[in-house]
């Protein structure tokens, strides 16, 4: 074990290769153990789209076990995980077994098992992101499918805001004529009464009061459906259903209960089919996937590290 792994240990200094020997379970017998050779390569790696406007990166740590001569290192099998970075030691221990030969590790070899790493890297590394095509928005890195939702469907009540407004009009104006229709028909029918010499009637009274009642009450329905956005996003209040519950009359009073009825109705089905096509656009999603471009891996750190192994060698003996 004398120059040629001198030899050896110079020719990766002088190419700038650090070597360490990793720290054995403190509950181990040394005299049971050897020590393996592995590689170890600290990266860099950038995942970029203009797109996307992401610009990430990420510092990663890589080891696998160095094969014999010139067979290629497997980097889908680490030789350790998770490296602790504390139990890199700078010298051997001693009562760990070291090989007879130490691997050749020139600049030709290192070329080698960067150029490995960095085509598997390329080939499966891929970041995905969330992106929804109808309102241009990406999700964040770290930011989780939910959390996405959430602000697209921000975006989507800001973009249903003037039809909400509209929708509010046009139902209100609906109201509006219901509640002119009634006084009419009600008008008339007084004075039809009155010139009859009929005098007004306590019930006639009760009932336009009723009447009034009711309207107040829809109208006040038929708005609280148009506000509170944030709430109605995958809630929409459904239209009172008391009918069955109502004392059924005749003539006018009976006309306004339906036709206010109607109109709640109709403002209600609108609603939830303005939320029911913009909650699709908001689930409307795709992934985004971001790979990397060699030029997108920067190695930091390379190094030898000796990894106490069992010695099966010993088992024999």
Known sequence: MGSL????????????IAEFWYTREPESDASTLVYSASVLIDCSINFRSLKAGMNESEERTYTAWLRPGSLAVDW??????????SRLDTAPDEAIRRPEHRPELDEERWSEIEGDLVDRLTRREKLVLHYNPLFEIFSGVRETLADFLDRAAEVALQNIEPELKQLKHVYELQLEQVREAHINRRGALLAEDSAAGAPTSKLEVERLLRGRTEFSETENRVTSLFTGLAGLVLQVPNARDDEDDAEVEDGPAQDLRDDLG???????DALNELYTKYLEMVRSYDDFVVGIQPANIRIVRRALVWVPQKDESRRSE
Request: charged share 30%; glycine share 0%.
């Open 5 to 16: 792994y001198d030899a050896a240990a110079n020719a990766m200094q002088h190419a700038r």
């Open 76 to 85: 889908d099998f680490a030789a350790i995980d998770p490296i602790l970075e």
């Open 262 to 268: 109607r109109v709640e109705r109709e403002a209600s």
